[in-house]
């Protein structure tokens, strides 16, 4: 199953809200059916919602009619504009409309420009796909034959349009050979660990576990888990980490534990333009993704909600961080400075 796929003119998706009951695709040609998707959480996690918003735009570029770059490139401004608004947190949003908007502008011809939008939404998306499949392998060294492994949302396919991260990584080291447990949590407020997670680690003949949020601290005591992974929607250049809200209280529980604690993610989620997790913006969502389940209303009506979709984990907590690249140990800072500046040097010999 491809969470995404590009189909010539249009875009394919799996709607994310309907698994694991049913698989429903959508089929658009329209980049606000798109943003849409990405708002409503149909399409989820920082990769997959990067290539999203690069064939989106992709789209948004196609029903611009005007031939004068000027005007294109306005029009096109406002449809990145709509992407942009739709999830505040997730860097590869971010990244992927400015690789979008750079090269709009470098082609006074607006049909080539068009065309060209295509080609580097489809560059993006077979980035992600190496980028995901690389970090899964070299992350899959720190998981020993044996041991049990927490893990917390969604970080797989579905989550990357590749081949995964935190879960990815699982998936690399069972497909190893190494005899591997997982505890996943089902993860609040849209139980995508209990609903996305089971479901991706059943396709994979992986042995599971689910527990609620709340009883990771109970397993950890008991040193059933031996490491805990996650994914990440931004992290910073000290390696201050977003993610699914609930990921500081399992590097605070990892941490009291003595169990270490690993972020998975591609390069294109690190984003060294602010130096820490206070840079980066929360986005807090509908109330009813938490007083409403499967169509239910759970609680009473008139009560206050926080609904914060994500956390900030301190880079302190981390053990390691898991990319393409490598993995980065402390200090974060540094090595990740050290990282990119070795992907500069390598692009740089290329050309």
């Not at 918003?53 to 196609?62: E, P, S």
């Not at 349009?161 to 505890?183: P, R």
Request: hydrophobic content about 40%; proline content about 3%; some cysteine.
């Amino acid at each position: 199953m491809k969470p995404l796929e590009w189909l010539g003119r249009k875009l394919k998706l799996v709607d994310q809200t309907m698994l694991p009951h049913i698989i429903v695709y959508l089929e658009t040609d329209d980049y606000r059916e798109v943003v849409q998707a990405i708002r409503e959480l149909k399409v989820r996690g920082a990769p997959a919602i990067g290539v999203a918003t690069a064939y989106g735009i992709a789209l948004g570029a196609r029903q611009i009619k005007t031939k004068k770059s000027g005007q294109f490139l306005q029009e096109l401004d406002e449809i990145m504009a709509c992407f942009a608004a739709a999830r505040p947190t997730a860097v590869n949003l971010f990244r992927a409309i400015e690789r979008m908007k750079l090269v709009a502008a470098s082609y006074a011809n607006v049909a080539l420009a068009k065309e060209y939008l295509v080609y580097e939404a489809r560059k993006i998306h077979a980035e992600e796909e190496t980028a995901t499949e690389r970090l899964s392998k070299i992350g899959s060294d720190l998981i020993k034959d044996g041991s049990t492994i927490l893990t917390h949302c969604n970080t797989g396919p579905l989550a990357t349009a590749g081949y995964g991260t935190a879960l990815g990584v699982i998936i690399a080291a069972s497909s190893s050979g190494k005899k591997i447990d997982v505890f996943f949590t089902e993860t609040r407020p849209l139980l995508q660990g209990a609903r996305l997670t089971a479901f991706e680690l059943l396709e994979q003949h992986i042995k599971t576990t689910l527990i609620t949020d709340s009883m990771a601290g109970y397993f950890l005591s008991r040193g059933v888990i031996q490491g805990v992974i996650v994914g990440a929607d931004r992290i910073a250049t000290n390696g201050d980490t977003a993610n699914k809200i609930g990921t500081y209280s399992l590097a605070v529980l990892a941490r009291e534990n003595k169990v270490p604690f690993y972020v998975a993610a591609p390069t294109s989620t690190i984003d060294m333009t602010i130096s820490s997790g206070a840079d980066i913006q929360i986005e807090e969502r509908n109330p009813e993704e938490i007083t409403v389940v499967a169509g239910h209303r759970i609680s009473p009506q008139g009560i206050g909600v926080a609904n914060p979709a994500f956390d900030i984990t301190p880079s302190r907590l981390i053990t390691a961080i898991i990319t393409e690249q490598g993995i980065v140990t402390r200090s974060y800072k540094h090595g990740l400075l050290r990282l990119f500046s070795s992907m500069e040097n390598n692009k740089k010999s290329r050309r």
